[in-house]
């Protein structure tokens, strides 16, 4: 880039948002530069623009398109597949300023908020109500827009479904700088391509939501959760289908192997109670969470999945004081920082049919100790969501690793990724893995709304043009 | 079209299926022309194929795009919005021998079916294994490659959602002569632009379904009817998100107004054992389903329930016996015979946000009114899906009314269909109220999808060329 290109557009971007909301050169912290993910070097964007509302967005936008330069959406950057790294020389669109939650609206049961709302903050707004947003990914600072970005999971899932079904409607820039707005305060429509849909989960590569409808529902008074020790990992798995199908809806159920459990109890100075005969041979462990509106039917529902799960297998059955609870789920909640403590050198978080959960990971294992590497893990027990942390120094020996490891859980009828998205740490393997066919289709999608090829380039697959990412 | 290229269209055709498999010409029996929707004139199309795996359904389409022949999807043609209303002169690919259910995975929870399945079939399949597939559209002949074409809703979405929340993956056909497969036995995924959504709602447009995998959850044993009187529409509405919030989890909550009950109960000889002083004030009724593991705690909910909507302002609560209840869910669920055989001459399925139903309700009467038409209706309260039997015999009256409804609809922040779709009965409407910039961008999608523009034309927008549809 020449640098009367470079004044240009400061100039330009500058009047989009006014010039206290743009940073650009050395003004340009070095946090803007890259997320949460692992081993991915991190990026010099040449400009950050802070807008403070939607026109802004699609204005910055257009610019963009007119002057060709790479644009890279940020929420709160929590974010572990590089999708909010962004590109050298490009432009970070920060929601940081448009982070208000504009209405809860106790009729319709959904709330209004920008894409920078923090979910721990949007949680608060909705608690006075009853209500609640059920989308947790472990890391409560995330953003809703960056739960549109990737369509964010995490540990209710299995009973409140992920982001696409807990968000209704959109307003969102297209890179071509019109400003759409797609669903509404309605949960059924059948009114042309859902596009709504089509932007969740797109990385910031289609379009960038400028205000998210989301889907309240709510918020029952009473919880409780129960842990329960297995010595197989294969009678966790098949104790899953038999917990669901008994019609008691856990919101949570989660599995944690023995190494993960020593660490996060170890960390979190966590005491559950269990005893060393049981810590010593059990090889994984059972997290169910139910909830109720009523104390007495929550105490009968957590009787009946202790017994159930006796008669599975379980070696006892722990239901854990409202504290130990709290601990024992934020601490897997925060399963990530323990394996980035321990020195994992990758987290992934494959999924396979929950049934392919025990070959799965047997087979990862056995990828693993040929590789001379190490996985350990944890996840979502009800929905094959494996969350492995990935011991391997050497970033050749990973990266045959987790190809391998990628191509079992696809060769399983899973995908590379739940919840965490392809972004850029993992685009490689997924246009190695996925369908030639698929990834045509997908980059013709891309041309349809992004002809100049702006957004995010370098996420999910190669940016056509190579000088548009550098 | 000259003769040699029809004698050619045909040889290549039954090259792909078999002769036995394709009727052409006088062979293409009349029901082949239409679906259910009133007010459309029926098609003469030039070839029926009746294949029989997914490979022949992506030769059909390999064939098609070559020879340039438009090609629409038939299941059992239950639709509401000439979806499956074929192109004259065109190729009707039914699905009437792919009507298999491939598998019920009680593991993962999961149906593999073929697109040709009715509902009524799916349900009895998965039954056995205390299992249910939740889209309950009225019809239950419809098959589920027709609920993924229109995204179909139904009475039972308040709690279970619509068919985009309860399909995880397809296998799919597209119009280039490719088959993929897209999402799988995982009810989480964020690998790529997702696919599955996209194609779920197209009406047939993007890529035809050749195999579906359906979510299942338990089927649960208890359920039972609430029926409530109202004096005012209003208060009907104001009733809803108490009842929701109330965390007691209906998996029916419809409203009927008072004409509709009373052609129903007519039709269906039914003895809700309503007094006649209840009958003649009572403005709208209220509908409330609810269901539960166990018998004891059904009995305590509809009890917390009628309590709940006498507080609110019913008249009275009505606990329908099975036989009553279901008579009369069945009756709700065939409105639309009703509302046909009463000589309704549209019936249109406009959804607004819920609070905003008494508001748009007011209004399409008194738009009726000054139009000199009738409007009679229910609907699903729990979603704001207005179900409307428009009474006008003259079509260009019919189409203001319809417009102005429509318009009406939008500004309250709905869109023309929850669950019926656009189709080609409403796409008119569709393109006179809906943002360019998104019709612009769902044509570029199309174009993405299928170059030659063979799937469907004519539904959603105007066709491309104009030669294209007859």
């Known amino acids: 880039m020449s640098s009367t290109i470079e004044t240009d557009a400061k100039v330009r971007l500058a009047e ?24 991915v070097e991190p990026a010099k964007p040449a400009y950050v623009a802070k807008p403070g509302t939607a026109e802004e967005v699609a204005e910055l936008l257009a610019t963009a398109s007119e002057l060709r330069i790479p644009v890279t959406a940020r929420g709160s950057a929590t974010g572990l597949s590089a999708a909010a790294r962004p590109v050298d020389g490009g432009l970070v669109i920060s929601f940081e300023r448009m982070n208000r ?36 990914p472990g890391e409560q600072s995330a953003s809703v827009g960056g739960n549109v970005g990737t369509n964010a999971g995490g540990m209710r899932a299995v009973k409140y479904g992920v982001t696409r079904h807990n968000v209704l409607g959109l307003q969102a820039a297209l890179p071509t700088g019109e400003l759409i707005r797609t669903g509404g305060r309605i949960a059924k429509i059948s009114n042309g391509y859902d596009l709504t849909q089509l932007i969740i989960g797109s990385e910031g590569s289609l379009a960038l939501a400028t205000e998210v409808i989301v889907k309240l529902v709510p918020r029952l008074p009473h919880s409780a959760t129960v842990l329960a020790p297995f010595r ?51 090889q994984a462990y059972l997290v169910v969470a139910l909830e109720n509106r009523e104390q007495d039917r929550l ?48 987290v992934i978080d494959v999924v396979v049919p929950r ?13 693993a100790m040929q590789n001379e590497s190490g996985v ?39 995908a590379i990724s739940g919840e965490h998205g392809i972004g850029r740490a993992k685009r490689g393997y997924f ?29 999910l697959f190669d940016p056509i043009s190579p000088e548009s990412e550098h």
Not at 102 to 131: C, F, I, M, S, Y
Not at 355 to 367: D, I, V
Not at 391 to 396: E, L, R, S
């Open 376 to 414: 350990v893990g944890c996840g979502h027990a009800g929905d094959g969501n494996v969350h492995l942390a990935v011991f391997q120094a050497d970033p050749i020996k990973r990266q045959e690793l987790l190809l391998a490891i990628f191509s079992e859980g696809a060769r399983l009828g899973g």
């Open 101 to 136: 939650v504009l209405e809860v609206d106790t009729v319709n049961h959904v709330a209004v908020v920008q894409p920078g709302v923090r979910l721990d903050e949007l949680d608060k707004a909705t608690a006075d109500h009853g209500l609640a947003y059920t989308v947790y």
């Open 355 to 367: 049934s392919a959960m025990p070959e799965f990971l047997t087979k990862a294992r056995e990828l």
């Open 232 to 282: 197989e990992f294969t009678e966790v798995v098949q104790a899953v289908p038999k917990v669901i199908g008994s019609g008691l809806a856990p919101h949570i159920l989660e599995y944690i192997d023995n190494l993960t459990m020593a660490a996060i109890t170890h960390t979190s100075q966590l005491e559950l109670g269990i005893p060393d005969s049981v810590r010593d041979t059990a």
């Open 16 to 39: 989009v948002v006014g010039a206290h909301n743009l940073l650009a050169g050395d003004e340009v912290g070095e946090d803007y530069g890259h997320d949460e993910t692992l081993q």
């Open 299 to 346: 105490d009968a529902d957590v009787q009946a999945v202790a017994e159930r799960l006796t008669e599975l297998g379980a070696m006892d059955c722990y239901v854990l004081d409202g504290s130990s609870a709290r601990k024992l789920i934020q601490a897997r909640e925060h399963a990530f920082w323990t394996a980035k403590a321990a020195g994992a050198h990758d």
């Open 431 to 459: 246009q190695a893995l996925e369908d030639p066919a698929k990834i045509e289709l997908m980059r013709r999608i891309k041309q349809a709304f992004d002809p100049a090829g702006i957004l995010n380039p370098g996420v």
